[in-house]
């Protein structure tokens, strides 16, 4: 019997999870992550020790049935336990496990930590130069053959994976950033509320065009026209403003060589980007469904853990 705790540290939030055998046993989430850690760099490490104890009492356990604490994400930055260097794309199964760290963390618990490290690419010039922490592992866990993945989130990750499940390039938008930040702090703050609205197809269609025709800022501006002047109803002033957000990366993805798309992460996102690509393009457009996307971090960690493809 293999039993594991996993711990996924991004952005904004940490999770950690008690597994037996490739089966989560339990979660544990907590909204302290990277951008917290910026200020108070002994929140996370008090947060997960907190978390450990929590799952070893819940379920009776001691610390020596415990072989390892495997953690990807954030946690291996600057703001997370270790600062540890990307590895060099491409990135699979080999070479992530290649790239493990193993190290004893006694403040935090008497478990050997192993993290895996976040990928990179080639940094010879500006439109090139990426990073990911996280998501390689998310990827490993719902691969479902070569394509392009769409990992929706705080940061969108746009990734190219090949046959054998090799990450071989990848790009970053701040669209999950940039929905809170521009509906929470500018005058959009009355127009648009973040919701879990049904999305309006037309609507998000017409925010798309009107981006694509006329520039994201004036798109921007016209979601409080059609909120106080054409009294559209909030599903229909929501669907407006993220067609606009979504337009470039969209475009973008149109124009990727992979004929097979995969669309994991948050679902308003996800869903709407699949509209998009499926009323923009003719490829193949696949939903990784809600109950897979949400434990695919873990899956993959497990993966990674033993060797498995």
């Given at each position: 019997m293999t039993?594991?705790i996993?711990?996924d540290?991004?952005?904004t939030?940490t999770?950690l999870?008690?597994v037996?055998?490739?089966?989560?046993l339990?979660t544990?989430?907590?909204?302290?992550?990277a951008?917290k850690?910026?200020?108070?760099?002994?929140l996370?490490?008090?947060?997960i020790?907190n978390?450990?104890?929590?799952l070893?009492q819940?379920y009776?356990l001691q610390?020596?049935?415990?072989?390892?604490?495997i953690?990807?994400?954030?946690?291996?930055?600057?703001?997370g336990?270790?600062?540890?260097p990307?590895?060099?794309?491409?990135?699979?199964?080999s070479?992530l496990?290649r790239g493990?760290?193993?190290?004893?963390?006694?403040?935090?618990?008497?478990i050997?930590?192993v993290?895996?490290?976040g990928?990179?690419?080639d940094?010879?010039?500006l439109?090139?130069a990426?990073v990911?922490?996280?998501?390689?592992?998310?990827i490993?866990g719902?691969?479902a053959g070569?394509?392009?993945y769409?990992?929706?989130g705080?940061?969108?990750?746009i990734?190219?994976v090949?046959?054998?499940c090799?990450i071989?390039d990848f790009?970053t938008?701040?669209t999950?950033e940039?929905?809170q930040?521009?509906?929470?702090n500018?005058?959009?703050?009355d127009?648009?509320?973040l919701?879990?609205?049904?999305?309006?197809?037309?609507?998000?269609?017409?925010?798309y065009h009107?981006?694509?025709?006329?520039?994201i800022?004036?798109a921007l501006?016209k979601v409080?026209?059609?909120?106080?002047?054409?009294h559209?109803t909030k599903?229909?002033?929501?669907?407006?403003?993220?067609?606009a957000?979504?337009?470039c990366?969209?475009?973008?993805m149109?124009?990727a060589?992979?004929q097979n798309?995969?669309i994991?992460?948050?679902?308003a996102?996800?869903?709407a980007l699949a509209?998009?690509?499926?009323a923009r393009?003719?490829?193949?457009?696949?939903?990784i469904?809600?109950?897979i996307?949400?434990?695919?971090?873990?899956?993959?960690m497990?993966?990674l853990?033993?060797?498995e493809?």
């Amino acid at each position: 019997m293999t039993r594991l705790i996993t711990i996924d540290s991004g952005t904004t939030n940490t999770r950690l999870c008690l597994v037996e055998n490739g089966r989560i046993l339990q979660t544990l989430s907590f909204p302290v992550g990277a951008t917290k850690s910026v200020d108070n760099k002994t929140l996370l490490a008090a947060t997960i020790q907190n978390g450990i104890r929590t799952l070893l009492q819940n379920y009776d356990l001691q610390e020596t049935d415990i072989p390892c604490v495997i953690c990807c994400g954030m946690i291996t930055s600057e703001f997370g336990l270790v600062n540890l260097p990307h590895i060099p794309l491409p990135a699979g199964i080999s070479e992530l496990r290649r790239g493990m760290y193993r190290c004893n963390i006694p403040e935090i618990s008497s478990i050997p930590f192993v993290f895996i490290r976040g990928i990179k690419t080639d940094f010879e010039t500006l439109e090139k130069a990426d990073v990911m922490r996280g998501e390689e592992t998310e990827i490993m866990g719902i691969f479902a053959g070569p394509g392009l993945y769409i990992l929706p989130g705080s940061h969108n990750k746009i990734i190219t994976v090949d046959e054998n499940c090799r990450i071989t390039d990848f790009r970053t938008t701040l669209t999950g950033e940039m929905l809170q930040a521009i509906a929470g702090n500018t005058i959009l703050k009355d127009a648009v509320t973040l919701d879990d609205y049904e999305i309006s197809e037309e609507d998000l269609l017409e925010g798309y065009h009107y981006a694509r025709t006329h520039g994201i800022s004036e798109a921007l501006f016209k979601v409080r026209v059609l909120k106080n002047h054409f009294h559209k109803t909030k599903a229909a002033v929501y669907s407006f403003y993220l067609g606009a957000l979504l337009q470039c990366e969209v475009d973008n993805m149109i124009a990727a060589p992979a004929q097979n798309i995969y669309i994991g992460g948050k679902q308003a996102i996800k869903n709407a980007l699949a509209l998009l690509l499926r009323a923009r393009s003719d490829k193949a457009v696949t939903v990784i469904p809600d109950n897979i996307a949400a434990h695919s971090m873990v899956k993959g960690m497990y993966k990674l853990y033993k060797g498995e493809n």
